[in-house]
């Protein structure tokens, strides 16, 4: 197989904006480029090989994947994770479009006046009573859509357009504004859905064997070999893409950010989704030392339990970053070893990692400098043999 070396340097290395198909639906945390993952699965795995990604957070290796013609298995403890992940790859019936777009066009008729407040405390010391008014009757009407599929869009409709506005603000938008946005986004996200259906049918998936060409599952990659639900796909996995959490760096993967630095569980409400655990259940221990000690015990955990998933010839491919990439990356490369897997380095004959920038993060470690925070690398391994 022959690897196009630029094209996956360049695409680790662009700045671009998300976009494309349904990647834009939600901005979760971390989520790397489409273009950098398109280029590993187009040159590490052929059409009809099985595609794994056992932190796939927001979807964006299952996207790619089924676009390009390959199955896909998806794994995430972020309940959150894995509803944004089956929305973006979910096909809808013409009666769901249907559905949407009446909901979306009648959403100025409803009045939030003298609604119940909500009965959760930390929403309550959030946001102003009118907001969750509003917010909600809305998802009151949502519950009144027919399907559950078209229930499940537009909870995600909701998610991008409150996280968007209420992203860098201090204020609270007004509810004619978010209803405009609703409108607006929902024919939005039927476009990327109607791309990704048209990606997939060009590449041999159609739209009724969308759902059955991929595995999603919310829970741990910790045991996944004994999962029942993934039994017949065992040894199938040619090519691991994925970003696991990053030693050290604390990243709301369950939470919010709004008015200043406030912290918010609002998008589980939004989507249903039920989900309590604290921020070290997210990131694989938290940014304590005793947290990243923990951290490469899990990893190393984690990936012994991938290399019993995935076909003995398979390529790992994953992006990382630290807090401390002095000490943490060879931490992390003794993990892998440990696991049962050898570095390999099929970009560069001179054995250097490929490493890139990534601009205005906003992320943060117990270091006195955020630098480490805002770097990743490129890692390549294979399984050992013995």
């Not at 859509?145 to 909870?155: C, D, M, P, T, Y």
């Not at 339990?305 to 390529?315: D, E, F, G, R």
Request: aromatic share 10%; proline share 4%.
């Amino acid at each position: 197989m022959k690897i196009e070396s630029s094209r996956i340097i360049e695409s680790l290395r662009t700045h671009k904006l998300v976009d494309g198909l349904t990647h834009n639906f939600y901005s979760y945390p971390a989520r790397f480029s489409p273009e950098l993952v398109k280029e590993i699965i187009k040159n590490f795995s052929n059409a009809g090989d099985w595609i794994f990604d056992p932190f796939m957070g927001g979807g964006t290796s299952i996207v790619e994947a089924l676009a390009m013609g390959r199955y896909a298995i998806g794994v995430d403890v972020n309940s959150l994770a894995w509803f944004i992940a089956v929305s973006k790859t979910t096909p809808i019936s013409s009666d769901d479009i249907a559905q949407l777009r009446e909901w979306s066009q009648t959403l100025s008729t409803i009045q939030a006046d003298d609604y119940p407040s909500l009965e959760i405390d930390e929403l309550k010391r959030h946001f102003p009573k009118r907001f969750l008014h509003s917010l909600d009757k809305l998802l009151e009407s949502i519950d009144r859509l027919k399907s559950e599929k078209s229930k499940r869009l537009a909870r995600l409709t909701m998610l991008k357009v409150y996280q968007s506005s209420l992203n860098s603000r201090d204020g609270y938008p007004s509810n004619k504004e978010l209803r405009q946005k609703l409108g607006v986004e929902t024919e939005k996200i039927l476009l990327g859905l109607e791309k990704f259906l048209n990606a997939c049918l060009e590449s041999g998936f159609t739209k009724q064997e969308i759902s059955s060409s991929r595995k999603l599952l919310n829970r741990s990659s910790i045991g996944i070999e004994n999962d029942k639900k993934i039994r017949e796909f065992l040894r199938k996995p040619r090519l691991v893409f994925t970003s696991p959490p990053y030693p050290g760096v604390h990243v709301l993967y369950n939470k919010w950010q709004i008015a200043s630095r406030k912290e918010t569980f609002l998008p589980y409400y939004i989507s249903g989704m039920n989900d309590s655990q604290p921020e070290a259940y997210y990131t694989l221990g938290g940014r304590s030392k005793a947290g990243v000690v923990k951290y490469f015990d899990l990893i190393t955990q984690s990936f012994l339990s991938i290399s019993k998933v995935i076909h003995p010839k398979a390529v790992v491919a994953q992006l990382v970053g630290f807090s401390d990439t002095t000490n943490q990356l060879p931490l992390y490369l003794k993990a892998m070893r440990e696991a049962g897997y050898k570095e390999i380095f099929p970009l560069s004959q001179d054995g250097k990692r490929l490493w890139r920038d990534v601009p205005n993060r906003k992320w943060y470690t117990n270091n006195r400098d955020d630098w480490d925070a805002s770097k990743e690398v490129l890692l390549f391994h294979i399984r050992e043999t013995k």
